[in-house]
C-alpha cells in the first residue's frame, strides 16, 4: 500500500516521512489559515510530504465547560476552505458513526480517536467512506493488538489504513512511548508518531489536561530514528491561549528547527 499515493500528498516522496500537523481544534477561519500557510511554506521547502490536521469537534473533554468548537458545519467549511487555498490534504478525528459521512465531504482522512479505537461501528462507518482511516493506538492497548483494528478497516473493503502511536499510560498521570511498537505496528500498517500527544499529561486534578512540551523534539527524533512512517504534531502560533491542548503543543516558531533535525535524521536512517 502506497499511503503518499492514496492519501493524494502533497510532494509525495518515498525517501521522505510524511507530516501530519495543524491545531489540536478548528476555533476559527483566520487562525486555521495562518497555521497552514506557515505550514505548507515549510513543508514545501523541505518537501514534506503534508496533511492539514484540525479537529472539528472536541467531544472526548474532561470537563463539561471545556471547548468543544465553534460548530460542526462550520469548522467543516474550514478545513475544506484549507484543503482548497493550498491544495493540501485534511484530516479531522471523528466520535461517533454518524460523522463518518458528514466528515467524508470535507476531509481526505479520517481520524479515529485512541479512546474510541475499539468501537468497531465507528471503525467500520470510517472505513465505508472509502477515505484513508488513520488509527490512533489506545493508550491502554499493546501494539500487537492494533492489528485487529486494522483489520476492521480491511474487512470493511477499504485498504487505506494507518496506524498512530500516542503513548501508553505510564500510572494515572502520564505517559510514556514504547519504541518497539513501531516495528510491531509497520507489520500491519504504516506507523505514524503523534508526538505532542505522547507528552500528555492526563487526568490533572484541575480537569485540564497538562503536557510536557519540553521534550517534544526528544519524542520526535527518537521516533524518527526507529523508522516511523510519519509524524503527528499538533501546532498553534499561541499554545498558552490555545483552547484545546495547550500545554502539550508546539508553538509554530519553532517547528522549522525541528522538521529540519527530523529529515536529517530521515536521510541518515535511509543510508543505513
Do not use: W
Amino acid at each position: 500500500m502506497d499511503l503518499h499515493k492514496i492519501a493524494q500528498i502533497k510532494h509525495a516522496d518515498s525517501n521522505n516521512f510524511f507530516l501530519l500537523s495543524g491545531p489540536c481544534a478548528i476555533e476559527g477561519e483566520d487562525m486555521a489559515l495562518r497555521i497552514a500557510e506557515h505550514m505548507v511554506k515549510l513543508t514545501d521547502t523541505l518537501k514534506i510530504p503534508y496533511v492539514f490536521k484540525g479537529s472539528f469537534k472536541k467531544a472526548n473533554r474532561s470537563r463539561i465547560d471545556s471547548f468543544t468548537g465553534i460548530g460542526d458545519e462550520k469548522a467543516l467549511k474550514i478545513l475544506r476552505k484549507v484543503s482548497e487555498t493550498f491544495q493540501v490534504p485534511t484530516i479531522t478525528d471523528i466520535h461517533e458513526s454518524s460523522d463518518a459521512a458528514m466528515a467524508a465531504e470535507y476531509v481526505d482522512v479520517l481520524q479515529i480517536p485512541a479512546f474510541l479505537v475499539r468501537q468497531t461501528d465507528l471503525v467500520v462507518a470510517a472505513a465505508e467512506t472509502g477515505k484513508v482511516v488513520n488509527l490512533k493506538k489506545g493508550q491502554f492497548m499493546s501494539p500487537e493488538s492494533m492489528k485487529h483494528a486494522v483489520q476492521k478497516v480491511f474487512d470493511a473493503g477499504n485498504q487505506q489504513a494507518m496506524v498512530t502511536d500516542r503513548g501508553t499510560m505510564f500510572g494515572y498521570q502520564d505517559m510514556i512511548v514504547d519504541f518497539r511498537g513501531i516495528p510491531t505496528m509497520k507489520q500491519f500498517a504504516p506507523v505514524v508518531l503523534d508526538v505532542t500527544h505522547s507528552l500528555q499529561q492526563p487526568n490533572q486534578s484541575s480537569g485540564v489536561t497538562g503536557g510536557r512540551p519540553d521534550m517534544i523534539g526528544t519524542i520526535a527524533r527518537a521516533g524518527m530514528a526507529a523508522g516511523v512512517d510519519g509524524i503527528f504534531m499538533e501546532t498553534h502560533f499561541d499554545p498558552a491561549n490555545a483552547k484545546s491542548d495547550g500545554a502539550n503543543m508546539l508553538h509554530l516558531d519553532n517547528m522549522e528547527k525541528l522538521l529540519k533535525d527530523l529529515v536529517t535524521i530521515r536521510q541518515a536512517v535511509n543510508s543505513l
